[in-house]
């Protein structure tokens, strides 16, 4: 259960070259959204867009495809989408929204829409919710270390990050690319991270990561009735090339693999929590 429940399980990318471009892996992301909002699935997405400085996000409410395509890319840092959700269905008045996220922020969703506490307009407007895999995350501050001091790079000169195969990696627009041992960033991860225990975004409709799939194609699990029917209509109009699973390599063994060492490590941090003081422990959010 370490993948949570699904439908189907496929290796996939994005048929439009131009979202291939620029986005992390098979653009999965994008080109879902994209062609959510041209057949009117959702009026709008929640993304994380450009920010005020170099890789930091800002969450937007993208209504165009244009606005799809400038959030395409990972960006390793904290963007708080669900922040935006209550104001997607005000302010901005949609009816349909479609929101990406990490694990924790497709959690926050799913209870949002359950236990809508000052949230009354939300809970029967999330009509498509695609999560992102996520083993951690990083403060900006953080990952501005990462980059700049043991990379060596300028963030204003990043134009990809990555993290696979033990090691982070930030390219630059002149065609070079750092990298350091995926150990050297482990103190600068976001303490709350230690004690997620969702690798796969298991609440999501949609949930697609890099892990399992060859380069430039993604992983993609269609887990509810909603991601089921709007992925089927994808496919079915051209918007994606897909391969089974079981014929990639390395397949959803990795995939169990390291969702199994997420989980397993993360219980064991929250069981010393239970034990943390003399005689007293820390809160433990799952009880
Ligand atoms: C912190 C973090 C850790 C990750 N760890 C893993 C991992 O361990 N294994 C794995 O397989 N994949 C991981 N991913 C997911 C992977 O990097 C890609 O985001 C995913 O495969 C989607 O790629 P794409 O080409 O389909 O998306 P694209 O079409 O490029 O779109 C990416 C979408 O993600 C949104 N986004 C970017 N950064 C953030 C953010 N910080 N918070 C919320 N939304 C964001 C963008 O707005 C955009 O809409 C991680 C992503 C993040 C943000
Ligand atoms: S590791 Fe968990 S808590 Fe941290 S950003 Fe990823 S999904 Fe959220």
């Not at 959702?42 to 890789?55: L, R």
């Amino acid at each position: 259960m370490v993948l949570g429940n699904y439908k189907n399980c496929v290796s996939a990318r994005a048929a439009d070259p131009a979202i291939l471009s620029a986005s992390q892996d098979g653009g999965i992301v994008t080109q879902l959204f994209a062609f959510a909002l041209e057949e009117g699935i959702i009026d709008g997405a929640i993304v994380a867009g450009q920010g005020d400085e170099p890789y930091k996000p800002e969450p937007v409410v993208a209504t165009t495809v244009a606005e799809l395509m400038e959030a395409r890319g990972t960006r390793y840092t904290i963007c708080p989408n669900v922040s935006m959700i209550k104001e997607a269905t005000r302010s901005y008045g949609l009816d349909k929204v479609g929101i990406v996220g990490t694990p924790c922020q497709i959690q926050a969703v799913r209870k949002a829409q359950l236990y809508p506490m000052g949230m009354r307009a939300v809970p029967d407007k999330i009509a498509l919710a695609i999560g992102i895999f996520c083993m951690e995350n990083f403060p900006y501050q953080g990952l501005e270390t990462m980059v700049e001091d043991l990379c060596n790079v300028k963030m204003e000169s990043a134009v990809k990050m990555d993290i696979g195969k033990g090691k982070f990696s930030v390219y630059t627009e002149r065609g070079a690319v750092s990298q350091i041992p995926l150990k050297l960033t482990h103190k600068f991860e976001q303490g709350g991270c230690h004690v997620c225990l969702d690798y796969v975004a298991n609440l999501a409709d949609v949930s697609t990561g890099s892990v399992g799939s060859p380069d430039g194609w993604s992983t993609v699990f269609t887990r509810t009735k909603a991601g089921e029917s709007i992925w089927g209509k994808a496919i079915e109009a051209g918007y994606f090339e897909t391969k089974p699973i079981e014929d990639v390599k390395p397949g959803l063994d990795l995939v169990t693999k390291l969702a199994t060492d997420k989980i397993t490590k993360n219980q064991k941090t929250l069981d010393e929590r239970a034990s943390f003081g003399v005689g007293k422990g820390l809160r433990n959010p799952y009880i």
